[in-house]
């Protein structure tokens, strides 16, 4: 209680900045967390390169949707968590006390494991990140500008004003991407995009991850490693709370550093 | 701290002071006269000001323009209630009612002094969406004060003005002198009659309707009729219930005859539904797993029920049942034709016969204020109706809370 | 066999509701044949013989309209306080205290509402006696809003966690997520809690017919709250003990009314709620 008024009643002070080293988006410097109690990421020091793709895999519990959370501050949701450490993102550390969250989600989108499209309209729920965030656009052309970037605007230009529920799956998971690219961020995470889709339309999005590394940083948690390997630059490989290995993906599938790494690539795991 | 910052808590404790003297202006009828209620409104105009030129010079945002704004408004309704008359007449329109000047500075304090702690909270968040935020959090704040305001008003009432007629003599006599004297002896014991007898109706009926919807029912239309039927009965008003009750129970089951056993029939009807929904809830709180579990070791639907799913769920399937209770052993209008007298029915001790019950001797007693000297008898028994079902009540709330987490 | 026992206990509350509309019909019938649609004229005057209760089912919308007035804004605004920024220790708090307001008794909040509220307008409006529409709307408004409160904190818990988590995640305040997403998502829910309050307004009797002091009158003009009436319920509990003969059975009308309104809410609220369910339940 004394702290939160205290936090109130703090002088505006600036950001604690430190120079980027040279085509790297984010730096994750000494991450730890906690549910509770128990410690759920355990010094995790990352470099994520800009405009590629980056993977982050391993076994179920191993905390990689964490760690992906913690990127977008989406941890704070979350009552029991606490966080520890430093995430640059662009020089600016995103846990300092003067950071606003809400800033950070908006340079930092995120798509998630189940498609969740507000039960709006297609076009409003593309409009609504632009909305929330007071940016004044024009409505119409961040839809289509958005939809064409997800690949999904041949299929749904006709019925923009019908309920992004009718969708299907795969649809709905673009319709979420598009959503998330409407803000222009310039970091999208992806928590397992396609678990929930069929072959079809897992190949769509995959194809669509593929182009958006143009313009943005991608950072997608994966339990599929053939996806990982298809799709990604960088692989992060991460084994209870603990990322172990880190590099480019065709070394880490071709010629893995760790015992445990390769244990899990080969498939010869638990 | 910025001078901003400094204005706008300044506006916010301010703000709140003059809405909190307005509230308890108008509940203590206190006479606020005009130039307290100016004044406080050329504070919070002047705030206003000086909030939206700082920020203005400061930072050239013009979303501070509101705050001028909403002062220059404050300021012109301070101005304008000059011309409001010492008394708002409302006879010559055949409404009965004069509403004095005071009513309104006291109304305008308050208005003014929420929205403006309201706004506050804007040039404090520097016009950013926090602002918004926080400020509809303090209203959502203002309107759980407001409803639990109620609760604590009726009970802190009740308490010290029934406190006093609750002595040995009320609690163990019956009624003398039409309720002036003496006491309520047998409407508690009716009344405890009346919801045992209740209880021992509903609860086979409920549960058994319950134990069919959730382990039974397949999804189809006479599910569809019955959930509806469980919840038109639930909505049903309490007046109709008695108006049934009379009609079929008394009427035709009874021979026109006031009965304990009608009033307790007509309770059962109305706590149904409650019973019903409550016992399928808890039921369907047993994870299906542990009803796979025991068909799978070759038990019977039946056998899996009575020794699987039954035992975990009887907690919740009882306090649903007591809540039920609760709620019967408040209510006036289904028993009033059907089983009460205000006086001589004495003790219960027959099924057929009328008994007395407290709620309707609180209505008998109401209608008697002013004729007679029963305030006090009236209060006493409000205080004991309230023990009695919110007793129930907390009792069966603390029983769910404590069984809740099982699963 | 066993099967069927069971669902011949469940039957009995279809039974119940038919058999509460036939029985109320039976003694309903002889006024609705001796006076037809003059059942619905404004003229109640017993020693002419006119039974017209348009003043009663006037003062039962009219009163439940204002009672809605009080209790929505404050009863969504409270729900959305539970639902969504409480929380968990004070919520486990409130949660059960709002169930407490549920459960006072409705000739308590009568009694109450007649001897404090009552003489209180009484005392600042000048009123020539403690019964107004006023003080029964505040008082039915406080009794409709634990109702409320609970279905549309439950409206707004169904609303799935990670619709919330999308709108976060693209810079949304918690205040725009609640306003944008959540109350328009879980909005039939919330209508079918006004509809249930409403329901419950209808059909209070004894706090209402303590309050409003049953008057057989229509107020003048029509949205005078300073003025006494009278509602179905109250018509109904006041006369039924005090009359005989063929008013009885005006009563019995009256009643049909009041069960046939009230059951007609009930079931657009039912409705209401499968849909919401459905939405997000059947949908994925």
């Known amino acids: 209680m004394i702290r939160k008024l205290k936090e109130l009643f703090k002088e505006e002070q600036s950001c604690q900045r430190i120079e980027m080293p040279i085509d790297k988006k984010m730096l994750v410097e000494d991450l730890d967390l906690w549910y509770g109690k128990t410690k759920a990421l355990k010094n995790i020091n990352i470099e994520l390169e800009e405009n590629k793709v980056t993977a982050i895999i391993g076994p179920s519990g191993c905390g990689k949707s964490t760690l992906l959370r913690c990127l977008n501050r989406m941890n704070d949701t979350i009552p029991s968590v606490r966080v520890e450490g430093k995430v640059w993102l662009d020089g600016y550390n995103i846990y300092d006390e003067v950071t606003d969250c809400v800033d950070i989600r908006r340079k930092v989108g995120m798509v998630f494991q189940k498609p969740n499209p507000f039960p709006f309209s297609i076009e409003n729920n593309i409009y609504y990140g632009c909305q929330v965030n007071g940016i004044d656009v024009d409505k119409g052309g961040v839809v289509e500008r958005s939809l064409k970037q997800a690949a999904l605007w041949d299929e749904v230009k006709d019925r923009l004003d019908e309920n992004a529920l009718s969708l299907s799956g795969g649809q709905q998971q673009r319709l979420c991407i598009a959503r998330a690219l409407a803000i222009e961020p310039d970091v999208i995470l992806m928590d397992e995009p396609c678990s929930a889709l069929d072959p079809i339309a897992t190949a769509k999005i995959e194809d669509l991850i593929d182009e958006l590394k143009e313009y943005y940083t991608v950072i997608i948690v994966t339990h599929n490693m053939q996806q990982a390997a298809r799709v990604s630059d960088y692989t992060a490989y991460m084994y209870l709370g603990e990322l172990i290995e880190f590099g480019e993906t065709t070394q880490i599938f071709e010629n893995p550093q760790e015992e445990n790494t390769e244990r899990y690539i080969t498939g010869r795991f638990g | ?407 | 066999m066993v099967h069927m026992t069971f669902f011949g206990i469940a039957t009995f509350s279809v039974l119940i509701i038919f058999f509460i509309f036939i029985f109320l019909f039976i003694e309903a019938y002889p006024a609705i044949e001796m006076f037809g649609t003059d059942l619905l004229s404004s003229e109640w005057n017993v020693s002419r013989n006119k039974f017209g209760i348009f003043p009663a089912i006037y003062g039962s919308v009219f009163v439940a309209i204002g009672a809605l007035i009080v209790a929505v804004p404050l009863g969504i605004g409270a729900a959305t306080y539970l639902s969504e920024i409480a929380p968990n220790r004070v919520r486990m708090v409130l949660k059960p205290l709002i169930e407490l307001l549920a459960g006072i008794p409705s000739i308590v909040y009568g009694f109450i509402g007649a001897i404090l509220l009552g003489r209180f307008l009484y005392d600042t409006f000048g009123m020539r006696g403690v019964n107004s529409f006023l003080a029964a709307m505040l008082i039915l408004g406080m009794m409709a809003l634990p109702i409320i409160i609970s279905m549309a904190d439950d409206a707004m818990k169904a609303v799935p966690k990670d619709l919330k988590d999308a709108s976060l995640a693209l810079g949304a305040t918690k205040w725009q997520t609640t306003r944008k997403v959540t109350i328009p998502a879980a909005i039939s829910g919330i209508s079918s809690a006004v509809i249930m309050g409403m329901g419950r307004a209808i059909g209070e009797t004894m706090a209402v017919m303590l309050i409003l002091g049953s008057v057989m009158r229509t107020p003048v003009p029509f949205f005078n709250v300073f003025s006494t009436g009278n509602t179905l319920t109250a018509l109904i509990a006041i006369q039924m003990g005090e009359s005989h003969g063929i008013i009885i059975n005006v009563l019995f009308t009256a009643g049909i009314m009041l069960f046939v309104i009230v059951a007609i809410m009930s079931i657009i609220s039912d409705i209401l709620q499968t849909r919401t369910t459905e939405k997000f339940e059947g949908k994925r």
């Open chain 2, 1 to 407: 701290m910025s001078l901003r910052k400094l204005i706008s808590i300044w506006l916010f404790v301010v703000s709140v002071v003059i809405a909190g003297m307005g509230f308890w202006a108008i509940a203590t009828q206190a006479q606020i006269g005009y130039w307290t209620m100016a004044g406080s409104l050329l504070i919070i105009s002047l705030t206003c000001y000086a909030s939206g030129i700082h920020h203005y010079v400061t930072k050239k945002n013009r979303k501070s323009f509101l705050m001028l704004f909403y002062g220059s408004v404050v300021l012109t309704v301070a101005a304008l209630s000059i011309y409001i008359p010492s008394v708002v007449d409302l006879r010559p329109w055949e409404i009965f009612a004069r509403i004095p000047d005071h009513f309104f500075f006291s109304m305008f304090m308050v208005v003014i002094g929420v929205l403006s702690s309201y706004l506050s909270f804007r040039p404090f968040y520097d016009y950013k969406k926090e602002g918004a935020q926080y400020g509809a959090y303090y209203l959502l704040h203002i309107s759980i004060f407001f409803t639990l305001l109620p609760l604590f008003i009726i009970i802190f009432n009740i308490i010290t003005r029934g406190m006093g007629g609750i002595t040995w003599e009320f609690l163990t006599e019956d009624i003398v002198r039409m309720g002036e004297d003496g006491g309520v002896y047998p409407a508690i014991l009716g009344t405890l009659a009346m919801i045992s007898l209740t209880a021992v109706i509903v609860l086979p009926l409920g549960v058994g309707t319950a134990i069919y919807l959730a382990e039974y029912a397949r999804k189809g239309l006479a599910v569809r009729v019955i959930r509806t039927a469980v919840n038109i009965l639930q909505g049903t008003p309490s007046i109709v219930h008695g108006l049934f009750g009379y009609a079929f129970f008394v009427l035709i089951v009874f021979n026109g005859q006031k009965s304990l056993l009608a009033g307790a029939l007509t309770l059962a009807v109305l706590t149904l539904p409650i019973v019903t929904r409550s016992a399928e809830e808890a039921l369907n709180a047993v994870p299906g797993d542990l009803r796979d579990a025991s068909l799978a070791l070759g038990a019977t639907k039946w056998q899996t029920i009575k020794k699987v799913v039954l035992p975990p769920s009887l907690p919740g399937v009882l306090t649903g049942t007591v809540l039920g209770l609760g709620r019967a052993a408040g209510e006036t209008a289904p028993i009033m034709f059907t089983a009460v007298y205000f006086s001589g029915a004495g003790t219960p001790s027959s099924l057929f016969r009328p008994i007395q019950a407290l709620p309707y001797h609180l209505l008998s007693l109401y209608r008697l204020v002013g004729y007679r000297d029963v305030e006090g008898q009236a209060w006493a028994t409000a205080l004991l109706l309230l023990i009695i079902v919110l007793g129930i009540n907390i009792t069966a709330i603390m029983v769910r809370e404590k069984y809740r987490q099982r699963f």
